[in-house]
T-cell receptor, first 114, second 113 residues
Framework: DADVTQTPRNRITKTGKRIMLECSQT?????MYWYRQDPGLGLRLIYY???????NKGEISDGYSVSRQAQAKFSLSLESAIPNQTALYFC?????????????FGDGTRLSIL | EDKVVQSPLSLVVHEGDTVTLNCSYE??????LLWYKQEKKAPTFLFML????IEKKSGRLSSILDKKELFSILNITATQTGDSAIYLC?????????????FGQGTTLQVKP
């Protein structure tokens, strides 16, 4: 079983719809992150969380919200989806640890907004 | 503003060739640089570099950091078709120990038989 699981894997929906992407992890990590990936732009951070109920904005948080109700779960919501939110979305986790810890990624959710 | 820039953005080689991927950075309070390989799914961690001039090696892949010139390279020798992927470099940024990463655009490598 994957350590970081994202659902759904693919989603096609219409402009204006509310969408929730789920992420769960079995690694026991405190920190969780949501990124989006667009061609030629690498990964950009949307939101991150260091613990349950802790929420921090990343570089591109407008139009998104998140919820961290449990250590193992971090969900990303698009309240009213728009076409330029079409992208590949990744959830990642990392350990608190000393120094910098590498992040571990889920397999991604490919989201298309029509 | 912190940034990480990779070059080239894409590269096509033949099996057996050696490739060098570049990553330059401007990051306040630089601490480390990370390399990831992304095939069809999740980026997978390759290396973390913290000290200048010390090569990290894993099989045919190796990487080195130059903190004076603010760049890192990832070398792949004797490339195979399975090396085809997007290679991402990233650096922690912001307050120390936040875990936030800033990524480069990625280099798409295609290895032809």
């Amino acid at each position: 079983d994957a350590d970081v699981t994202q659902t759904p894997r693919n989603r096609i929906t219409k402009t204006g719809k509310r969408i929730m992407l789920e992420c769960s992890q079995t690694k026991g990590h405190d920190r969780m992150y949501w990124y989006r990936q667009d061609p030629g732009l690498g990964l950009r951070l949307i939101y991150y969380s260091f613990d349950v109920k802790d929420i921090n904005k990343g570089e591109i948080s407008d139009g998104y919200s998140v919820s961290r109700q449990a250590q193992a779960k971090f969900s990303l919501s698009l309240e009213s989806a728009i076409p330029n939110q079409t992208a590949l979305y990744f959830c990642a986790t990392s350990d608190r640890g000393r120094g910098n810890q590498p992040q571990h990624f889920g397999d991604g959710t490919r989201l298309s907004i029509l | 503003e912190d940034k990480v820039v990779q070059s080239p953005l894409s590269l096509v080689v033949h099996e057996g060739d050696t490739v060098t991927l570049n990553c330059s950075y401007e990051v306040t309070n630089f601490r480390s640089l990370l390399w990831y390989k992304q095939e069809k799914k999740a980026p997978t961690f390759l290396f973390m570099l913290t000290s200048s001039g010390i090569e990290k090696k894993s099989g045919r892949l190796s990487s080195i950091l130059d903190k004076k010139e603010l760049f890192s390279i990832l070398n792949i020798t004797a490339t195979q078709t399975g090396d085809s992927a997007i290679y991402l470099c990233a650096a922690p940024h912001g307050s120390s120990n936040t875990g936030k990463l800033i990524f480069g655009q990625g280099t798409t490598l295609q290895v032809k038989p």
